[in-house]
């Protein structure tokens, strides 16, 4: 029953969400909004963002260099589909490091797990850098909490990478321990950290830069400074597993985060809903991925 109630509490909590932001912004007039976007439009950000994940799955193979690229997409694809049918994209990762460690089929299941994790802070910690360039370059822009908090988060970010490179591996790990202690030491490399870190800021600006381009062709007028930190404030927020496919959380984020930056609030919630269907775009690549082949080493 537990799993049940907390499935249908994540529900309510990205209900209720999405009832406070069509309760400030009609429905109707995003939908009018969001089907305006041309053709074109819509083809490019489908584009950039299959190549995002392509870039992402590179970056996954840096950490497990015995995957193929093929499966590499493989797994980043089906991450994102349960990223979308679980709460909260950490959910989705969870998927995906339980499918490669069973596809070893008794193999280094350690290293495996710890790959996805690294992998994944890499992946925070390109953003947060991104964040606080921007942020650098256009400070005027921004309040002095968002600086502090960017701020903080990077240096937590610094910290946790900091750990799992240094940090002793903990004895209650037991006979899982010294293999990991092997892929740390022949994977935490600061030539395999800094192209896994390149990887993960291209990523992050491909995002930034479907952000803008929709929002953009949506009327939301805003400098590419602004456009970073939204999508580094929708990020962060949406790997809090509070709601379903993040319907509620994404729409709340982006709404208030434009709507801070002075931009217009119909314009970003049209904005939510045009990459919401990206990601369910996303998702069915991920379903179709997944049917179509089989966990499996070469």
């Known amino acids: 029953m537990r799993p049940a109630l907390l499935f249908a509490l994540k529900a309510v909590i990205g209900a209720g969400l999405l009832w406070f932001v069509i309760a400030r912004i009609p429905l109707g007039e995003a939908l009018t909004a969001a089907m305006t976007l041309d053709p074109g439009a819509i083809a490019l950000a489908v584009l950039l963002y299959f190549l995002a994940h392509a870039v992402n799955a590179v970056k996954l193979q840096v950490f497990l260099p015995d995957l193929s690229l093929w499966q590499s997409w493989r797994f980043t694809m089906i991450g994102v589909l349960y990223g979308v049918a679980l709460p909260g994209q950490l959910a989705g990762d969870a998927v995906k490091a339980v499918r490669l460690a069973r596809m070893q089929k008794g193999g280094d299941i350690s290293a495996i797990l710890a790959a996805v994790a690294v992998d994944k802070i890499v992946g925070i910690f390109a953003l947060l850098v991104l964040v606080a360039l921007a942020i650098g370059i256009d400070a005027t822009t921004f309040d002095q909490p968002v600086i502090a908090a960017t701020v903080l ?82 990020s962060i927020v949406l790997l809090v597993p509070i709601s379903i496919a993040g319907i509620g959380v994404r729409e709340a984020s982006l709404v208030g985060a434009i709507g801070y930056l002075g931009g217009p609030e119909a314009g970003a919630f049209a904005l939510s809903l045009v990459l919401l269907g990206l990601t369910v775009i996303g998702a069915v690549a991920g379903l179709i991925i997944d049917l179509a082949g089989r966990d499996r080493l070469n």
């Open 153 to 234: 988060a990077l240096g937590g970010a610094i910290a946790i990478l900091a750990g799992a490179i240094l940090l002793p591996v903990p004895a209650w790990l037991g006979r899982f321990g010294p293999s990991l202690a092997a892929w740390r030491r022949a994977s935490m490399q600061p030539g395999r950290l800094s192209y896994a870190l390149l990887l993960g800021l291209m990523f992050q600006a491909l995002c930034v830069a479907i952000t803008a381009l929709v929002g953009m062709r949506l009327g939301i007028d805003l400098p590419i400074a602004g456009w970073t930190v939204v999508v580094g404030f929708s």
